[in-house]
């Protein structure tokens, strides 16, 4: 059965400076894909970056970066230079493509606060 | 283009009452998918619609949820009696394809709704 960990419930990053967000997963499908969507205060899941199993190059959009090891079965959201405006909840979530199933399975979320 | 929009936002009710939520997924996208978190916990799947049609169920806790998508455009979820444990933020996202190894088929979100059961 897939599933998502994400083991920092609260981080905190000074503006301007980087922040990593862990996600580790497991799966024993071959064709996976992983994404990390931000919720804010305001509640809408906003969709961030997405890495796909089979992808040669980590992802990238933007600020955000995806720090894709597969063999380790990680998935860390890199943030750099991070504003005011990243505080949010982050949430890592994977989709398997073998099977007919195409719903999200998501960790539990990291809570980040930038601090001025 | 208009995103997802659910109906209502907030929805305050007694244990044992009926709640009915609404989901308006982006036009044209055929796969529509309920999720709710709990509070505190992950965000979980309940069901996934491809039109008009349940592809996938497996997520809905109990009988008393059941999940309609008539003509294929808009979808309810309704809670019958609710219970205090359904208490917790009820999620819609639309996806135009299935997605694939090549083509992720973004899961777009509404903005939720929050359910109270008193």
């Known amino acids: 059965a897939q599933k998502i960990t994400q083991t920092q419930p609260g981080m905190f990053v000074q503006e301007k400076e980087a922040v990593t967000l862990d996600c580790t997963y497991d799966?024993?499908?071959?064709?996976?894909?992983l994404f990390w969507y931000k919720q804010p205060s305001s509640g809408e899941m906003i969709f961030l970056i997405y890495q796909g199993s089979y992808d040669q190059q980590n992802a990238t959009e933007g600020r955000y970066s995806l720090n894709f090891q597969k063999a380790r079965k990680s998935a860390n959201l890199v943030i750099s230079a991070s504003q005011l405006g990243d505080s949010a909840m982050y949430f890592c979530a994977m989709r398997e493509f073998s099977g007919s199933a195409r719903q999200l399975t998501f960790g539990s979320g990291t809570q980040l606060t930038v601090l001025p | 283009e208009a995103g997802v929009t659910q109906f209502p936002s907030h929805s305050v009710i007694e244990k044992g009452q009926t709640v009915t939520l609404r989901c308006d997924p982006i036009s044209g996208h055929d796969n529509l998918y309920w999720y709710r978190r709990v509070m505190g916990k992950e965000i979980k799947f309940l069901l996934h619609?491809?039109?008009?049609?349940?592809?996938?169920e497996s997520g809905m806790p109990n009988n008393r949820f059941l999940a309609e998508r008539t003509g294929g455009t808009y979808s309810t979820l309704k809670v019958q009696p609710a219970e205090l444990e359904d208490s917790g933020v009820y999620f819609c996202?639309?996806?135009?394809?299935?997605?694939?190894?090549?083509?992720?088929?973004?899961?777009?979100f509404g903005p939720g709704t929050r359910l109270t059961v008193l």
């Open positions: 619609f491809v039109k008009e049609s349940k592809q996938d």
């Open positions: 996202a639309s996806s135009q394809g299935l997605g694939g190894a090549g083509s992720y088929n973004e899961q777009f």
């Open positions: 799966t024993s499908d071959p064709s996976y894909g």
